[in-house]
Antibody
Framework: QVQLVESGGGVVQPGKYLRLSCAAS????????MHWVRQAPGEGLEWVAV????????YYAGSAEGRFTISRDDSKNTLYLQMNVLRTNDTAAYYC??????????????????WGQGTTVTVSS | EVVMTQSPATLSVSPGERATLSCRAS??????VAWYQQKPGQAPRLLIY???TRATHIPARFSGTGSGTEFTLSIISLQSEDFAVYYC?????????FGQGTKVEIK
C-alpha cells in the first residue's frame, strides 16, 4: 500500500545537526513532489520545505531557509531533510507528505494526500 | 508569503448540527486551497483540494467553497468522528502556508 515512513528524529543539543529520512513505498516516488511539514507541541501545522519531482526546485519556509536542506534519492525512494544549527524552537514532530504528481511533464496538485506518521525532534541542552 | 487566517479558533457544535469554518488569504490564491483534518496523535488527513474537490474516500458531508481570498469548509450533520482540528493550506505560492487551525469541539 501507499506509505511514507519517517525516521531519524531524536534529542539533540542546540547548534547541532540532524538528518531526517522518509522512506516511500507503494507508488512511483520519482513522479511526485515531496514536502516536509512540522508541528511543535500543542501548536498548528507549519510547512517547512518542498522539493520538485525532479529535484531541480526546492523552496523553504523562512524559518528553515539557510539552515535546512531538502533532498531526495529516487534510487532509494527516500526523501531527506538535513537540519543544521538547530534551535530550541525547531522542536516538533516532523512529517513528510506527498505533493503534486507530474503527468506528461506538468505538475498536478491534489493536496498533500499521503502523510507519514511523523518523527519527533527535540532540541534541548 | 501568503498568510492564511482561520476563524473561529474554536467552534462548539452539537452532534448532528452543521459546522462552518472560515479561512481567509492575505492575497488572492485563486482556488488553490486544501483543507485537512487532524485528530490527537495522528497525522493530518486531506479532506478537500482545489477549494471544493473532496479527496478520495471523504464523505459527502464535507464540502468546500470559495475562491480568491475567502474560503469555507462546511460539515453537515456532524458525526462523533468529526470532532478534530481543521487546517486550510494555500498552494498558489511555492511557500505552502497553513492557517493556524480551527478546533471543532463537542458542545
Amino acid at each position: 500500500q501507499v506509505q511514507l515512513v519517517e525516521s531519524g528524529g531524536g534529542v539533540v543539543q542546540p547548534g547541532k545537526y540532524l538528518r531526517l529520512s522518509c522512506a516511500a513505498s507503494g507508488f512511483t516516488f520519482s513522479n511526485y513532489a515531496m514536502h516536509w511539514v512540522r508541528q511543535a507541541p500543542g501548536e498548528g501545522l507549519e510547512w517547512v520545505a518542498v522539493i520538485s519531482y525532479d529535484g531541480r526546485h526546492r523552496y523553504y519556509a523562512g524559518s528553515a531557509e539557510g539552515r535546512f536542506t531538502i533532498s531526495r534519492d529516487d534510487s532509494k525512494n527516500t526523501l531527506y531533510l538535513q537540519m543544521n544549527v538547530l534551535r530550541t524552537n525547531d522542536t516538533a514532530a516532523y512529517y513528510c507528505a506527498r505533493g503534486a504528481v507530474v503527468v506528461d511533464g506538468s505538475p498536478h496538485w491534489h493536496g498533500l494526500d499521503v502523510w507519514g506518521q511523523g518523527t519527533t525532534v527535540t532540541v534541548s541542552s | 508569503e501568503v498568510v492564511m487566517t482561520q476563524s473561529p479558533a474554536t467552534l462548539s457544535v452539537s452532534p448532528g448540527e452543521r459546522a462552518t469554518l472560515s479561512c481567509r488569504a492575505s492575497q488572492s490564491v485563486n482556488t488553490n486551497v486544501a483543507w485537512y483534518q487532524q485528530k490527537p496523535g495522528q497525522a493530518p488527513r486531506l479532506l478537500i483540494y482545489g477549494a471544493s474537490t473532496r479527496a478520495t474516500h471523504i464523505p459527502a458531508r464535507f464540502s468546500g467553497t470559495g475562491s480568491g481570498t475567502e474560503f469555507t469548509l462546511s460539515i453537515i450533520s456532524l458525526q462523533s468522528e468529526d470532532f478534530a482540528v481543521y487546517y486550510c493550506q494555500q498552494y498558489n505560492d511555492w511557500l505552502r502556508t497553513f492557517g493556524q487551525g480551527t478546533k471543532v469541539e463537542i458542545k
